[in-house]
């Protein structure tokens, strides 16, 4: 029997991977990477597809953002050389861009490439490490745990492939509580987490919430701990907030982002009997159409009403108030916006089409209006804003 394939997890940053990196214009190809040792393009991958201006800068822009670009696979065809079997596209992506062949476009709108980019940002992206799987065996032993993990099974996800990197003394004491089916607090915290508890849901939820959301940091930096005392810590102040405020329980809870509330809002005091009242009325109000609002709407002290997604007025009692109003403002020669009628300006007189107004609640929501016909007035479009956001 042939020895089994085996696969290491190793972590190498955009520079190392980018060193060298030779692209063949003519044939849209990356070839080489790794200073020399890393095939980029074997001959049986596909061609790179990704110079479309838009999934070639979309690679870019994840790693400036921190996003993690997912797992890479490389076949070890030598003593220290390697080729990609999965991964190209990115590599050749970020290849591109640090050899100044590939733009991308900044907040402000300008043109920019690795050596227009500032020191720092440019210093993050060549630093940036990127999870790579080094696979050893033969080609058909990888060809076909390949298609295993990218067909057959369940790859693997943002946290396991965190714990796989940083696995030591912090991770298994950190899995121990927050990934065990067994521990009885798991039962108390699924009412306010989203997820799977063995595909280590509540454990990335717990670091993004003690890390800010950087988690990769936080368990590079914390790695070698014997304890979790301040992941365990912060996510019991989290939790024990949450169950203090809220005093009913509402599966629209889960997975809501406790730990950014809770910064902002725990040094507020609130009355818990009011809260849970509210919630409860706007849990009951058929106008509200995203209920998974209602607690940070609630805790901002019902100014952002965005948050709740609102009822909007159905197509045909917006057609059919247009109508009977601008008949009505025909016939008495002024504006068919009632704001516009009572005016100064040119505007007095002034038939808006249909596409130029809005509707609006006569009475607010928020003082109880409903969204009915009866409730509904058209107004331009310049006064529907401006009474908007009062
Ligand atoms: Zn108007």
Redesign the pocket.
């Known amino acids: 029997m042939e020895a089994p394939m085996k696969a290491i997890l190793r972590e190498i940053t955009i520079k190392d991977i980018c060193e060298g990196f030779v692209y063949n214009e003519f044939e849209g190809k990356g070839l080489f990477g790794l200073n020399g040792k890393l095939v980029i393009q074997p001959e049986y991958q596909r061609n790179y597809i990704y110079a479309d201006g838009k999934r070639d800068v979309a690679v870019i822009e994840s790693v400036i953002k921190g996003y993690p670009l997912g797992l890479i696979y490389f076949n070890k065809t030598g003593e220290d050389t390697y080729e990609v079997l999965d991964g190209q596209q990115r590599i050749t992506s970020l290849g591109r861009f640090m050899t100044n062949k590939l733009d991308i476009i900044d907040a402000e709108g300008r043109n920019q490439n690795i050596s227009s980019l500032a020191a720092d940002i440019r210093e993050r992206i060549e630093q940036t490490k990127l999870l790579v799987y080094i696979c050893e065996g033969t080609e058909t032993q990888i060809r076909e745990w390949f298609r295993t993990i990218n067909i057959a099974g369940i790859p693997l996800n943002e946290q396991e492939m965190l714990n796989a990197t940083y696995y030591g003394p912090f991770v298994t004491k950190a899995k121990a509580e927050f990934s065990n089916s067994n521990n009885p607090l798991v039962q108390k915290w699924s009412a306010y987490m989203a997820g799977n508890v063995k595909r280590q849901d509540y454990l990335h939820a717990a670091l993004s919430w003690v890390s800010r959301g950087d988690v990769a940091s936080y368990m590079s930096k914390h790695r070698q701990d014997t304890d979790i005392n301040e992941l365990q810590t912060y996510f019991n102040s989290v939790i024990d907030w949450v169950s203090a405020t809220f005093k009913d329980v509402y599966k629209e809870m889960c997975g809501r982002e406790w730990g950014r509330l809770y910064e902002e809002y725990h040094t507020k005091a609130y009355m818990p009997d009011r809260l849970a009242k509210r919630v409860e009325e706007l849990m009951t109000d058929e106008r509200v159409t995203d209920k998974k609002g209602i607690f940070e709407f609630v805790l901002g002290e019902e100014k952002d009403t965005r948050l709740l997604h609102i009822r909007v007025f159905e197509k045909s009692t917006i057609r059919s108030v247009y109508m009977h109003q601008t008949q009505a403002a025909r016939k008495a020669g002024i504006?068919n916006?009632p704001?516009?009628a009572i005016?100064k300006d040119a505007?007095r007189t002034r038939i808006?089409k249909e596409t130029e107004m809005d509707a609006d609640h006569v009475t607010a929501w928020s003082h109880g209006g409903s969204t009915t016909i009866g409730n509904c007035q058209m107004?331009?479009t310049?006064?529907n804003r401006a009474k908007g956001n009062k």
Do not use: E, F, R
Request: charged content about 0%; aromatic content about 10%; some cysteine.
């Open positions: 504006s916006c704001l516009c005016g505007n808006y107004l331009c310049t006064h």
